[in-house]
C-alpha cells in the first residue's frame, strides 16, 4: 500500500513567555508530519523558524510537494528531495518512526545505536532584566544545568546577578547571535568570571571571523553558523563545539551523520532544540547520547505536553517510549 502524509499545525501555549535577543514568543507552533502505510503511522514534528527564513505555510507546502513521491516505491527518497529544514526533519523522523511500528523494532535498533539511557538536560532561562533572571535561576538553583539566553547589553550584569542566585549549577549562555565584535571580549571576560563553560554562536554567523583562534577557557559553540555535515570544515579554529538541532539538520538521518562527521573533525557535540514538544524531542535523544552538553528541554517551558511525552525528574530524562516515537 502507498504511503499517505497527514499535515497538521499546531500551537502549544508557553509557561509565560519565552524571550530570547530576537524577540519573544507565548506558543510553540509546530508542523506534524503523519506518515501511513496501512499496517501503522509514523509521525515527526518540526518547527519553522523565521531566522532561517521559514514559515509554517512553507514547510506545509515544501511537505505537500513530495506526495508523489511518497507514493512511490522508495517512501525514503522523499526526504532526499528536501533541502535540510523543518519540512525535511518532520518527514525524516516520521519515515523513522513508521518503521519502527512497522517493524517492531526500536529506532535506535533500526540505527544500529544501543538502548538510549536517560540524560541531563539544560535548563533555560528566558532573556529578561537582572533582576527578573536572577529571580529565575534562585526558583532554578537545584537543577545541575543553566542556560542563560543573552544577547543584549547589560549581559555582564546579567551574568552576575544569576552566578549570585545560583551558586552550584553549571551555566551556559546562549546569546542568540546577538553580542558584537567591539563587546565580545568584554562579554567572554563577564563568562568567564561567572565561571561559564560554553557559550552559543555569540556573534552573528556572516560575522563571526573575530572568534578564529579564542583560546580562553570558555568553548565556544557554533549555531546558527552551522546546519548540516557540509558546514562543518569551515568552523575549524573559530568554535571549539557545534549545536546539532534536527530542525537544522533537515531530520535524524543526517543528524546521526553530522555527529559523526563533527567527531571527527576534533568538535564536542552539544544537541539542541527548539520550542516544540516531546515529538520533537524523541528523535534527537538518539544523538543526544553521544553529546557533551543536551538541551531537550523544550516540553518544560510548555504549559502542557502532548501525550505520551518524555518524563522528566528534574533534569533528567528519559528515553521516549513507543507510544511517542520511534
Same mark, same amino acid.
Request: aromatic share 4%; charged share 20%; net charge negative.
Given at each position: 500500500?502507498?504511503?499517505?502524509?497527514?499535515?497538521?499545525?499546531?500551537?502549544?501555549?508557553?509557561?509565560?513567555?519565552?524571550?530570547?535577543?530576537?524577540?519573544?514568543?507565548?506558543?510553540?507552533?509546530? &508542523?506534524?508530519?503523519?506518515? $501511513?502505510?496501512?499496517?501503522?503511522?509514523?509521525?515527526?514534528?518540526?518547527?519553522? !523558524?523565521?531566522?532561517?527564513?521559514?514559515?509554517?505555510?512553507?514547510?506545509?507546502? $515544501?511537505?505537500? /510537494?513530495?506526495?508523489? &513521491?511518497?507514493?512511490?516505491? %522508495?517512501?525514503?527518497?522523499?526526504?532526499?528531495? +528536501?533541502?535540510?529544514?523543518?519540512?525535511?526533519?518532520?518527514?525524516?523522523?516520521?519515515?523513522?518512526?513508521?518503521? #519502527?511500528?512497522?517493524?517492531?523494532?526500536?529506532? !535506535? =535498533?533500526?540505527?544500529?545505536?544501543?538502548?538510549?539511557?536517560?540524560?541531563?538536560?539544560?535548563?533555560?532561562?528566558?532573556?529578561?532584566?537582572? =533582576? *527578573?533572571?536572577?529571580?529565575?535561576?534562585?526558583?532554578?538553583? %537545584?537543577?545541575?544545568? +543553566?542556560?542563560?539566553?543573552?544577547?543584549?547589553?547589560?549581559?555582564?550584569?546579567?551574568?552576575?546577578?544569576?552566578?549570585?542566585?545560583?551558586?552550584?549549577?553549571?551555566?551556559?549562555?546562549?546569546?542568540?547571535?546577538?553580542?558584537? #565584535?567591539?563587546?565580545?571580549?568584554?562579554?567572554?571576560?563577564?563568562?568567564?568570571? *561567572?565561571?561559564?563553560?560554553?557559550?552559543?554562536?555569540?556573534?552573528? *554567523?556572516?560575522?563571526? $571571523?573575530?572568534?578564529?583562534?579564542?583560546?580562553?577557557?570558555?568553548?565556544?559553540?557554533?549555531?546558527?553558523?552551522?546546519?548540516?555535515?557540509?558546514?562543518? #570544515?569551515?568552523?575549524?579554529?573559530? !568554535?571549539?563545539? &557545534?549545536?546539532?538541532?534536527?530542525?537544522?539538520?533537515?531530520?535524524?538521518?543526517?543528524?546521526?551523520?553530522?555527529?559523526?562527521?563533527?567527531?571527527?573533525?576534533?568538535?564536542?557535540?552539544?544537541? /539542541?532544540?527548539?520550542?516544540?514538544?516531546? +515529538?520533537?524531542? #524523541?528523535?534527537?535523544?538518539? &544523538?543526544?547520547?553521544?553529546?557533551?552538553?543536551?538541551?531537550?528541554?523544550?516540553?518544560?517551558?510548555?504549559?502542557?505536553?502532548?501525550?505520551?511525552?518524555?518524563?522528566?525528574?528534574?533534569?533528567?530524562?528519559?528515553?521516549?517510549?513507543?507510544?511517542?516515537?520511534?
Amino acid at each position: 500500500m502507498a504511503t499517505t502524509l497527514k499535515i497538521s499545525v499546531e500551537r502549544w501555549p508557553i509557561a509565560g513567555s519565552f524571550t530570547i535577543a530576537r524577540g519573544s514568543k507565548t506558543e510553540a507552533v509546530v &508542523v506534524v508530519a503523519e506518515l $501511513a502505510d496501512g499496517a501503522a503511522i509514523g509521525r515527526g514534528e518540526c518547527v519553522p !523558524y523565521a531566522r532561517y527564513g521559514e514559515t509554517v505555510e512553507s514547510v506545509s507546502a $515544501a511537505l505537500e /510537494g513530495i506526495r508523489d &513521491v511518497l507514493a512511490g516505491p %522508495d517512501p525514503r527518497a522523499a526526504a532526499k528531495a +528536501l533541502p535540510a529544514g523543518a519540512a525535511r526533519n518532520a518527514l525524516d523522523c516520521a519515515l523513522w518512526d513508521l518503521e #519502527a511500528k512497522r517493524t517492531g523494532k526500536p529506532a !535506535y =535498533e533500526l540505527a544500529k545505536l544501543p538502548a538510549p539511557r536517560a540524560l541531563t538536560t539544560a535548563y533555560t532561562l528566558s532573556l529578561g532584566t537582572p =533582576e *527578573a533572571m536572577a529571580s529565575a535561576a534562585a526558583a532554578a538553583r %537545584d537543577r545541575p544545568l +543553566l542556560k542563560i539566553k543573552l544577547g543584549s547589553d547589560g549581559d555582564p550584569e546579567r551574568l552576575a546577578a544569576i552566578r549570585a542566585a545560583a551558586p552550584q549549577s553549571e551555566l551556559i549562555v546562549d546569546a542568540n547571535e546577538g553580542w558584537r #565584535a567591539d563587546n565580545l571580549e568584554g562579554n567572554l571576560a563577564a563568562c568567564v568570571a *561567572a565561571g561559564v563553560t560554553l557559550v552559543e554562536q555569540p556573534l552573528h *554567523a556572516s560575522d563571526d $571571523a573575530p572568534l578564529q583562534g579564542w583560546d580562553g577557557p570558555v568553548a565556544i559553540c557554533a549555531d546558527e553558523s552551522v546546519h548540516d555535515r557540509a558546514s562543518l #570544515a569551515g568552523l575549524v579554529g573559530r !568554535y571549539t563545539a &557545534v549545536n546539532i538541532k534536527l530542525d537544522k539538520t533537515g531530520g535524524l538521518t543526517e543528524a546521526l551523520a553530522m555527529a559523526a562527521e563533527a567527531e571527527r573533525l576534533g568538535f564536542s557535540i552539544m544537541v /539542541g532544540c527548539m520550542l516544540a514538544t516531546s +515529538l520533537s524531542m #524523541a528523535p534527537a535523544m538518539l &544523538v543526544a547520547q553521544r553529546a557533551k552538553v543536551v538541551d531537550l528541554d523544550g516540553p518544560l517551558l510548555l504549559q502542557r505536553d502532548r501525550p505520551h511525552g518524555l518524563v522528566y525528574r528534574g533534569s533528567i530524562v528519559e528515553p521516549p517510549t513507543r507510544e511517542l516515537w520511534g
